[in-house]
């Protein structure tokens, strides 16, 4: 008799990707079988049962297929016989699906993220590690309540901090601020820390994709703020300068956005530290601030979107979402 059952659930990326020979480029291979049986021989307690939800690359991966991925894992954990849910992702937009979950479950077992930097015929592929890895971390009873977990070469990082930092490295998820969570060593998961965020449940029936992200840099204008309210956006998230402050010119546009009803959230595009109203010239935190913008804390753009997609899900009211992002 087996202790745990682990549910994988297979999305795609690298980890289900292996090289065209004619061509010498990565393409997606159905490879989940192969991946299974490698690994089964290791896990003498923990029996495994898998579903293949997708099989994308994650740039292709869009937020209705993470909505759809989020009702089916709550549906899953619902499932008394299992014990906590592994879910292979391609690492370019894994942050964003593993931080959409951890909005949307209210979780006490483990949901583990995971992928690999390498394919499947290269030397030193590293997803099969990385599912093992991930396998253990699911069914330790160190994981509960830990809100979704990203377990990549052997660091677990929280889906509210972590992001991908480097391109092509195997150590490339970081929580650049915090560090991970824990590690796992050989058999053994162990935790450090408990994770920086307090958790915030948004669990809405619908979800509101439509918002942007601008990215701010000097000299930046109203034109593409004017661009997306023209074409009538939901939400705009501006990933402005330092402490969150932003260059004049882009007043009238981020006055007119908030005008019409639009949220503005405020982004760093430094990697670290969080932004706040502290500077009070034009286009200054403190400036936007008076105009109605929202500021995000430490949240990545990317991250500060997929949060806004939830909470317009949720409600319209500017007061309400201002505390969804406190
Ligand atoms: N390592 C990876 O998985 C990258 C791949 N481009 C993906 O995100 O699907």
Redesign the pocket.
Known sequence: MKNKTILIIFT????SMAKNIETSKTILKDNKDELLQSISSELSDISLLSIQFSLK???AITPEDMFTLAKLTKEQLNNPEIDGIVITH?????EETAYFLDLYLDITKPVVFT???RNFSELGFDGLSNLLSSILVAASPESTKRGVVVMMNDEINSAAEVTKSHTLALDTFKSMEFGPIGIVEQENVLYYRQTHYPRVLLSPKYIIPEIEIVKVYSGSSSLILNLLIDSHVKGIVLEALGRGNVPPQMIPGITRAIEKGIPVLITSRCPKGRVLDSYGYEGGGHHLKQLGVIFTNNLSSQKARIKLMLALGMTSDLTKLVQYFK
């Open positions: 795609g990326g690298t980890i690359p994650s740039p391609g690492t370019d937009t894994l992928g690999s930097m």
